[in-house]
């Protein structure tokens, strides 16, 4: 089970979805400075088809789509230009955030996705 310090980063992608392809690389790069850097980081790359079950019902339209978590909250939830210095930035802002940060509600289908990420070894 996951610390409250940790932060779930999971990239929703698909196998066929040639943008994915070009995206993995930089995905894994930037999550692997940040981990590097000290950030308690629980990475996943998560093809939408392979790992259905673990998506669940949450839909997704637009690849790359993000989904960050901490032990309580789901921080961004939503598709992101495929570019290292957006998802560098934005990561960044979700890691730097102070604790009582509030953050938007999301839907339950994402929700659900939250909690079966922090539940994985």
Do not use: K, N
């Not at 590097?36 to 790359?45: E, I, K, Q, V, Y």
């Not at 392979?50 to 939503?78: C, I, K, Q, S």
């Amino acid at each position: 089970m996951s610390s409250a310090a940790t932060v779930h980063i999971a990239c929703l992608c698909a196998a066929w979805c040639r943008l994915c392809d070009d995206y993995a690389p930089v995905f894994e790069q930037v999550t692997g400075e940040l981990a590097a850097a000290g950030g308690p980081l629980r990475c996943r790359w998560i093809d939408i088809e392979d790992e259905a079950d673990l998506v669940g019902d949450f839909e997704v339209e637009t690849f790359p789509t993000l989904v960050v978590a901490d032990a309580r909250h789901v921080r961004f939830a939503g598709p992101l230009t495929p570019q290292a210095g957006t998802l560098r930035r934005l990561l960044r802002t979700m890691l730097d955030a102070a604790p009582d940060t509030p953050w938007p509600a999301v839907a339950p289908e994402i929700e659900a996705l939250a909690g079966r990420l922090r539940a994985l070894p």
